[in-house]
């Protein structure tokens, strides 16, 4: 149990390094899951592709992390764009967390849960800009 936890946190230190990289927030750290949005509270012209490039350099990245046995980890990434609601803290202590609400956050979920280990799937939508 110490070693996977170890794992996890890497992971998670991993990505979340990379989402801040491209000017992302992560909303919530969910054991091996991580949700993150771009936009909010500074927008930028770009924000799609900050998030795609974030989705490909978070994937890589986690890549180059070992899990227990020796084999490489492998996200799994998906992006939407759309709007979304951006909330008040919620929860306490170290279980505190901006709500993030809306489709978009779910269709993201269901694209990640298409993608190949390894692979960053993007929506339609995401992908037009």
Do not use: C
Not at 52 to 78: D, E, H, Y
């Amino acid at each position: 149990p110490e070693d996977m936890r170890e794992v996890i946190l890497a992971y998670q230190q991993a990505v979340a390094q990379e989402i801040a990289r491209y000017d992302g927030r992560v909303a919530k750290l969910m054991g091996d899951g991580v949700l993150a949005y771009f936009g909010w509270p500074q927008a930028h012209e770009d924000d799609a592709e900050r998030a795609v490039r974030a989705g490909l350099a978070a994937a890589s990245a986690t890549g180059r992390l070992t899990a227990l046995g020796g084999k490489p980890l492998a996200a799994r990434v998906g992006i939407a764009t759309g709007l979304v609601v951006v909330g008040d803290l919620v929860g306490q202590g170290a279980a505190q967390e901006e709500a993030v609400v809306g489709d978009t956050p779910n269709l993201a979920s269901r694209l990640q849960a298409l993608a190949e280990p390894g692979a960053v799937v993007i929506a339609d939508a995401t992908e037009k800009l």
